[in-house]
């Protein structure tokens, strides 16, 4: 079936089921979880993020070439 205005997909319109944090999947605790995150859901449109990790502060930034640099 071809996609036409009277004809959408299922999905169409649908969002993305929002991120949960690790430590509810599922009752497992977070350091035993692999977790892939979308760099998009962590920046949210801006250029760079904080983010706290054991009481200091790392800046994760996107490059115009769409790289990411991590600092602290």
């Known amino acids: 079936m071809r996609n036409t205005p009277d004809s ?21 605790p977070p350091d035993t ?6 760099s998009q859901v962590l920046l949210q449109g801006r250029k760079t993020v904080e983010i706290r990790h054991n009481g200091a502060i790392y800046r994760l930034q996107s490059t115009r070439q769409g790289k990411l640099i991590l600092t602290k």
């Open 8 to 28: 959408t997909p299922a999905t169409a319109g649908r969002r993305p089921a929002p991120a949960q944090p690790a430590a509810t999947l599922a009752g497992t």
């Open 33 to 38: 979880i692999d977790t892939q995150l979308c």
